[in-house]
């Protein structure tokens, strides 16, 4: 359903559950910033209404999501650490060339959150079916649906907005240059790292 070329290896699990403070750490600033990109839309296109619409509700949800992950961390003992640079998200970045066409600019960003969605789906699964940690495992199944429809809205704006025909052979380019980057990642114990 997701799209993408190159699944994660389950060992990144392993990673990731061997640093439960980082990873929650790293989870918690993946929701605050999708929050932002959402408000971000918001600010940049709101000659969109629908768009603005459904982007308010998903900033609203990112930060519930983020309010869920403070939670683990706090009983667990552990505090939100400093926010990390996410390298995947700025080589992901990288793929569309700059444009002044505001049509253009806004596939490519809904494109990229929709990429950056559906990775983190695909992340939150191979962890609910890899770490030891039950509530950890319970967590993460039941944030895998919610990315999964964070991924479609994105994808069915892109395609609302652009045309179905142009915007799945961007999609497609992007699904190719994203198994290349993603074959760099999985070593750390980030959602994206």
Not at 5 to 30: F, G, K, M, V
Request: glycine share 6%; hydrophobic share 40%.
């Amino acid at each position: 359903m997701l799209g993408l070329r190159l699944p994660t290896d389950p060992r990144w699990a392993d990673i990731a559950s061997q640093n439960i403070e980082e990873i929650l750490t790293d989870h918690a600033y993946c929701e605050q910033k999708a929050a932002s990109t959402a408000i971000s839309l918001i600010v940049s296109f709101p000659e969109y209404p629908e768009l603005v619409a459904e982007m308010a509700a998903l900033a609203r949800e990112e930060m519930a999501h983020f309010e869920q992950v403070h939670k683990r961390i706090l009983e667990r003992g552990l505090k939100l650490g400093r926010e990390r640079k996410d390298e995947y998200v700025a080589r992901i970045n990288q793929f569309f060339p700059k444009t002044g066409d505001r049509l253009e600019r806004l596939l490519q960003r809904l494109l990229i959150a929709a990429l950056i969605e559906a990775r983190s789906c695909e992340r939150f699964k191979v962890l609910s079916e890899n770490i030891q940690d039950e509530d950890l495992a319970r967590f993460y199944r039941g944030l895998m649906a919610s990315e999964a429809g964070h991924y479609t809205t994105f994808l069915t704006f892109a395609r609302k907005y652009g045309g179905r025909e142009r915007v799945d052979a961007m999609w497609q380019a992007l699904l190719d240059f994203e198994a290349e980057v993603i074959r760099d990642f999985g070593k750390k114990e980030h959602i994206h790292g």
